[in-house]
């Protein structure tokens, strides 16, 4: 197994491993939320570090963030997916039950749902519209209309449960809110108005007033892709080179599992 390098090396008690992207701040916002210590390991990510045979020892998904606990007993706990951290986050830290329901009461199963949903619908069709909005080294309008309207109907359906209920698993704040607030604080740069979901908004305005979400989303920089900072005029050489040199790096990132689509027989039959 690589070695980790000293300066990257879990110290004794909660690590979070993230770069200034977009899930990392679930974590951040999470920890401030429960009010725990954390060190904070920064992965170069435009350096390609996360795909490091040593970070994907910790992630094997070369993916972030990812967590390392390592705990008073002596125990390591690695975890990765940011869903998966959230809740050992909450296994771990939230005894009283402040960004969560007690496991198996009628609560859990909305803030599981609800969760599910942003790790396996409103992330990656945010991702996907951000990608083909932002980051594409070539135009592919096909491409950002699917992802783009995939990412709209998602609000629809979140801004409907936020009309009925004021978080979005029900009367209490939980991961899900954290995990899903985090891309719908990003709706600008994926390429989706809030202003268009006014339940949706008023819940992002909400939370964002919150002393805990305020300071993790200054961990480990401000959080750069919100609507606000998008839209500021100072920043924008920043947003440019992004959007040139991440799609270059992007693309570059993906040529290496390029292949052909395995055909299938209606391919011969004519559309
Ligand atoms: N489903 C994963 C998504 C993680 C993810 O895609 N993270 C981005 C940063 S926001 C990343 O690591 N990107 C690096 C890359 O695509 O190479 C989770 O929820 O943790």
Redesign the pocket.
Known sequence: MATIPPEKAPKPGLNVYG?A????Y?LTIAAEELNIPYNYINID?PA?E??AEWYKSINP??????LVHNKEDGATVTV????A?LLYLVSEFDKDNKISYPVGTPGYWPQLSWLSWQ?AGF??MM?QACFFNRYTTEPVPYASWRYTSEARRLHTVLDRQLSATPFVGGDRLTVADI?IFIFAHSGKWCGVDINEFPNVKAWRDKLIQRPAFQKGLQIPVPYPYSDEAVSSPNGQDFYTNLRKYGGQM?KG?TEQWKGDVVPVPSDHANL
């Open positions: 770069y992207s977009v899930n990392p679930k990510m390609g996360a795909q998904n070369g993916r972030l963030p990812a990765f997916e940011s869903a951290c790790v992330g990656p991702g995990a992007i990132a």
